[in-house]
Structures are given as C-alpha cells and as structure tokens.
C-alpha cells in the first residue's frame, strides 16, 4: 500500500546487490559452525537488523541506537537513510509483519527463533512497504542469516519470503485483516500497524470518527518529519532555516522543517544554537512563557524536565525575560543530559522526585510559571518512537494516571494565586488528559481550567478549554495541554 512520503524512493539505490559488502561479524567467531559460510552481507541491512535484534533482545531504542551504530560502521548519506528507513519501518510495522510471516510460514511468530524472526521481519518490510524488488530483498535477507547460522536457517527464512513475495501488501491485508465491514477499528488497526488497543483510543479522542481514525492512524504509520528548534537569543527560525536549508514551521516561532539529512551536520546544533525538536514540544514550553499572569517576579519552574528539550526553550526565553527556571529531574542520568543542553542558561537542574518538591529541593512555593510536562503512555509520539506501539499495554495506563495526578496535584500548590500551570502529556489517551485534569482541578480548592487555545496560536483547536494536537491535522506529535490557575 503506497503512501505519500514514504520511502519507497530508496529502492533504485537498493535493487542491485551491493558488491562492497564486508564479512559479516559472525565471519570472525573462531568457534563458528564449520556449516557457516563465510559469505559478505550488505552492511546495511546488517546494521538494521542488529538494531531490531537489541529491541528484541533489550528492550533497547531504536532512535538511541541506531545514530551511535551508523556513525561507528562509518555508514553515512544514502545508505544511512536506508538503514534508517528499514530499522524504524520495520520497528513500527512490527504486528501487521509478525502477521504476513506467520501466515506465510504456517507457524506462530513465537515459534521462530528470535535472530530468524529480526531477519524475516526486515525481509518482509522490504517486500510490502518498499519498491525494493524482491529478489534483492529475499536475497540479502538469505545472506544475513547464512553468514550467521548456515544453509539450513537461511533456507527456512528463503522460503517464507518467496512466499510472502507472492501477495502485495493491499492482498496480505485482505487475507489477514478483520472485515472493515464486520470490525471497522480493527481493520483500520490492522492496516496502519497499531494494536487494537491503541485504535480504540484514538476513535474516542477523536469524537468516534472513522474518518479522523483513518487520517490519524495513516499519520502515524508514516515515517516523521525533522522539526528543528531555533534556541531565542542564539538564532532566529529565518536564520536557522537559510542556515539549514529548511523551511520555517508554521506554527511555532522557532521552528524549522528540516527536509532531509543528518540534523547533526546542521552547524547550528553543534554549536547549541538549535535543536531537535517536535514543533507542538515547542508550542507546549512556549505557552508557559506567554500566559497573561499579571506581574511576574521571574519564578519559573519545569517539574518534569528531561531529556532537556522544553528546559533548553524555556531557558533561552527566561535569558531574554530576565527570569530563572528550577529544572526538576529524578534520574541522575536525565539530570546530566538537561545539565548538557542548559549550559549558560538561567536555568538550575535539581534531582529530586516532583512529587514532593519543598521537600526534597527545598523550593518554596509561589512559582510564576509552571510546566508539568508529565511522565505518560507516549501514544502520540508512536511515529518517532518506532517500536514503543508494541511495547506499551493498556495496563500501563492505571498506574501513570496515578504518578500524574499525584505530580499535578503538587502543581497546583506551587504555584502561586494568580499564576500558571501548563499540564502537558504527549498522549491522547483521555484518562492522562481531559479526565485526568477535570478530576485534579475539580478536588482543589480555587483551581480552574483557562483557555489554553490563544497560547498554542494553531488551527482546528476544537472547542477548548485544553488543546489537542493530532500529527494528520497539525503536522505535530499528539500533544495535549491544558492551562490552569487558582484564585
């Protein structure tokens, strides 16, 4: 099933065998299985399919590990963008592959060895959602596990593949799909390679409208665009966007598109003039900083602050504001990274559990300005976060929804009358957004909702009072924020 933007494009580039493959790693076991051949794979394909197994494998993140790998195997330009393609396609289309394979394979996934699985799973993305043609598909993937595990295996993966490459994409989905007609959100599931789980709460989050589920489920189930964050005070988003080659975003001040390529060689990130950013992280950090909240003594507080992105933004404007921002952080290791991209900031990392806050940083209350960007599911962030789909249940929910009360409820006592308190979650879900700020803000004394609409300055906001932004009609990750102040 094509889609606009997808990768399809890499597949000139890929359908002849690479001749300049190296040995494959397993090459240098001195106690490999004599029944191994020694045979060249394509490095490549190689590096996706070591990212997929240390998923499997570690629960490892692709988005972390993959950039480290390309960089050390020396893979850059084209071949990096097709290594980056098939490692987080592949990553996201996880259910509907695992379903085509165990079709095709007349077995359960689980009852294929976990290094077949990775190579068949990254076979088949080629043969359904590339214009790869499948001889190199089948073929490459043969050489992976040959160079591995010997003629046996790789003839089991040969042949599920040349089955596979039988049906297109569209006939496989036929075949395994639920009838639209019989289980509308199942098939649509199905077919944009969401769990069930996660389409049910889409439909309800978009008010029960197949249409808007299609239009949602399809955004996410496309490869992402680059959104970059020109830092105030450093470079502007004209600048950044002439500087990069990208193109000024259409919401955010300091946004940039960036069309293609490697956002490190932006000499803009390097020097931390600019970042990497999502344009609605950066409409939900900045409406903080443009709330009317009558004077403000310079007080400002980000409560749940890593990795550091929303601190970094908040910071530049509080530079500009002559204001300062208490960043809260409980990890060591996150503390460390928002400390990196803070440098010469007015901004002070503590690591301390927000849950309590005067009493584990000794901050006093009566902050101006509060950002409670807050630990929760990620469903809206599902398209950068290629394999997190497959990893988050719903009973994930129950106890998020918990921490997020808890933090929100701190919130509120901080800051002071007259103040705000931006609660943000970078998910749908209406248990982490609507239901769960009716609930904080109806059990606390003179606390009250305000229109958040006129701090995002976007279109298509609803009715208010929080915002919700949707990747299929914004263009952002799925963020929600909600504006609240007490009397």
């Known amino acids: 099933m094509s889609r606009p933007g997808s990768s399809r494009s890499y597949g ?12 494959a790693r397993g090459g240098r076991d001195a106690k490999r299985d004599p029944k191994v051949r020694d045979k060249t794979v394509d490095p490549v394909r190689e590096a996706a399919r070591d990212v997929l197994r240390a998923v499997r494998e570690r629960d490892a993140y692709a988005n972390l ?3 480290k790998m390309l960089r050390e195997r020396h893979i850059s ?3 990096a963008a097709l290594a980056t ?60 596990v040959r160079s591995e595990a010997g003629i046996g295996p790789s003839g089991f993966v040969n042949a599920v593949l040349r089955k596979v490459s039988q049906r297109d994409e569209e006939l496989w989905i036929d075949q395994l799909a639920p009838p639209m007609a019989d289980d509308l959100i199942g098939n649509l599931a199905f077919r944009y390679a969401h769990p069930r789980w996660i389409a049910e709460v889409f439909f309800e989050a978009l008010g029960r409208s197949a249409g808007q589920l ?11 665009p680059v959104h970059l964050v020109a830092r105030p005070g450093f470079i502007t988003a004209e600048e950044l966007a002439l500087t990069s080659g990208g193109e000024v975003g259409r919401y955010s001040p300091y946004c940039v598109y960036l069309p293609g390529g490697d956002p490190g060689d932006v000499e803009a990130i390097r020097q931390g003039y600019a970042g990497v950013q999502d344009e609605g ?12 909240i009558g004077t403000d003594s310079g007080r400002w507080l980000d409560m749940c602050a890593g990795p550091g992105g929303k601190a970094a933004l908040l910071g530049a404007i509080a530079d500009i504001d002559s204001a300062h921002v208490d960043a809260l952080e409980i990890s060591d290791h996150r503390a460390d990274l928002i400390r990196g991209v803070v440098r010469d900031l007015p901004v002070s990392v503590h690591v301390a559990d927000a849950r ?15 950002l409670l960007d807050a630990p929760c599911t990620g469903l809206g962030s599902l398209r950068r976060r290629p394999e997190a789909r497959w990893r988050r249940k719903p009973s994930d929910v129950t106890d998020l929804v918990a921490l997020q009360r808890q933090l929100l409820t701190e919130a509120i006592s901080l800051v002071r009358p007259g103040g705000i308190v931006v609660y943000s979650t970078c998910s749908p879900h209406p248990a982490e957004t609507t239901g769960l700020v009716a609930d904080v803000v109806g059990s606390v004394d003179g606390a009250r909702q305000v229109d958040a ?31 609240i102040t007490k009397d």
């Open 12 to 23: 000139s580039r890929s359908e002849g065998a690479r001749s300049g493959g190296r040995p």
């Open 65 to 67: 590990i993959l950039p």
């Open 77 to 79: 330009g084209r071949d």
């Open 85 to 144: 393609e098939l490692t987080y396609g592949t990553a996201r289309a996880q259910g509907t592959l695992d379903a085509v394979i165990a079709a095709a394979a007349n077995r359960p996934v689980d009852e294929i060895d976990g290094k077949l699985l990775d190579v068949l799973r990254l076979g088949t993305y080629q043969l359904l959602r590339t214009r790869i043609g499948a001889h190199a598909a089948v073929d490459t993937s043969v050489d992976l």
């Open 214 to 224: 299609q239009a949602a489920l399809a955004a996410d189930d496309d490869r992402p």
């Open 281 to 292: 992280s950066q409409l939900v950090a900045r409406s903080v900083t443009i709330a009317d």
């Open 356 to 370: 309590d806050v005067v009493g584990n940083t000794g901050l006093e209350p009566g902050f101006d300005r509060i």
């Open 453 to 483: 609409r006129g701090l995002v300055g976007a279109d298509d906001l609803g009715d208010g009072p929080h915002v919700q932004l949707w990747p299929h009609i914004h263009g952002t990750d799925a963020m929600f924020l909600a504006a």
